[in-house]
């Protein structure tokens, strides 16, 4: 199994469980802005998205988006402790903070703060606010439960 990943994206996370079941992985970077893999491969040739992460299983699937990385990592590796088994309620808790992390906080809020391009006035009046309120109901519901 291959990752392909980049500094300072969601690609972490999927490295976090990889170290988390003691997986055995290749890893190789790519530069999201020239789209070259480490070893200088054409990244879109290996994944037309051209985004991270991405996983070669066995030289032949590739898997893409974070969500499903994670899903197909701990269930592969049967880890029912990070995500419950199919009849067990709290699996659809998980997959909720998991939706609800990569949408209404990673691409509403975060992806917009490190966008270059977008100007500092909007981030600050409008992107700020979004993000703090989010944050706020994440932190809530982290002082409520038990981990």
């Avoid at 898997?63 to 197909?72: A, D, F, P, S």
């Avoid at 809020?109 to 391009?117: D, M, Q």
């Amino acid at each position: 199994m291959k990752l392909y990943h980049s500094v300072g994206t969601c690609s972490l996370a999927v490295r976090i469980i990889i170290n988390e079941l003691n997986i055995s992985c290749e890893y190789e970077s790519v530069n999201l802005e020239t789209k070259k893999t480490e070893k200088g491969y054409n990244y879109f040739i290996i994944n037309p998205r051209g985004t991270v992460p991405a996983i070669l299983i066995e030289k032949k699937q590739l898997l893409t988006e974070t969500n499903i990385l994670l899903l197909y990592l701990a269930e592969k590796h049967k880890a029912f402790h990070l995500i419950p088994f199919f009849n067990d309620f709290k699996r659809y808790r998980v997959l909720e903070w998991l939706n609800f992390i990569s949408t209404d906080l990673h691409k509403a809020c975060c992806s917009i703060l490190f966008n270059p391009t977008i100007n500092s006035e909007t981030k600050n009046n409008a992107i700020f606010s979004i993000f703090h309120k989010r944050l706020e109901f994440i932190n809530q519901s982290l002082n409520e439960n038990d981990y």
